[in-house]
C-alpha cells in the first residue's frame, strides 16, 4: 500500500514537473508584438550564457553572467537599457574580482594616442580585487558600448595597492 502511494505521488510530482517545465520554457526568449524582446532571456554569448530580461526592447533588470562552467561570472542590473546600481564580477574561483558602480553619462573629453578630442559616453567607478580580497586598485572607467566588452579607459585619479592593502602610487589620466 505504502509502494503505491509513493509511486503514485512520484508520477504525479514528475507530470507536474515536465508541465511547469514546458510552461515554463514558453515564457523564455519571447518578443512583444512590435517584434522587441520582452520578458525573461536566456542567450550563450559563445563564451558565456547570459540571464536578463527585457522590457519594449530594452535590458531592464537583473542581469547573470554564467562561465563555460557554468560559474556565475557577472551579476547585475540594468534600468532602461543602462548599467545600474552595481555590479559584481566573479573569478573562475567564485572570488570577487571587481565592481562597477555609479553609471553615468560621460562628458569629459579625452585625448587619445593620435592627440583626436573623445568623448566616451559612459563611466563608473572601478574596484578591482586581489585574490585575498584585499582592494588592488580604484578609480573611474570609461567606455563606449559595454564596460564588459569593450576597450576601456582609466580616466581621473586611480589608487593602486599591494596585497597588504598599503597605498604603493597614484596616477592622474
Not at 507530470?15 to 522587441?36: L, P
Request: proline share 1%; aromatic share 18%; net charge neutral.
Amino acid at each position: 500500500m505504502k509502494t503505491r502511494f509513493f509511486v503514485t505521488c512520484v508520477c504525479v510530482l514528475m507530470s507536474f514537473c515536465v508541465c511547469a517545465q514546458k510552461e515554463y520554457n514558453d515564457k523564455v526568449n519571447k518578443r512583444n508584438n512590435k517584434g522587441q524582446k520582452e520578458g525573461y532571456w536566456i542567450e550563450d554569448r559563445g563564451f558565456d550564457t547570459i540571464e536578463l530580461y527585457y522590457q519594449n526592447g530594452r535590458k531592464s533588470g537583473v542581469f547573470k553572467s554564467y562561465s563555460k562552467k557554468g560559474t556565475l561570472d557577472a551579476f547585475g542590473e540594468y534600468t532602461d537599457g543602462r548599467k545600474s546600481g552595481t555590479w559584481y564580477y566573479f573569478g573562475d574561483r567564485g572570488h570577487l574580482e571587481m565592481i562597477q558602480k555609479d553609471f553615468k553619462i560621460n562628458t569629459d573629453t579625452v585625448s587619445l594616442d593620435n592627440n583626436a578630442r573623445y568623448i566616451y559616453p559612459y563611466k563608473c567607478y572601478t574596484i578591482t580585487y586581489y585574490p585575498n580580497g584585499i582592494v588592488q586598485n580604484e578609480g573611474i572607467l570609461l567606455w563606449d558600448e559595454d564596460s564588459e566588452l569593450d576597450t576601456v579607459r582609466e580616466y581621473g585619479e586611480w589608487k593602486y595597492y599591494d596585497e597588504s592593502g598599503k597605498l604603493i602610487r597614484t596616477k592622474v589620466f
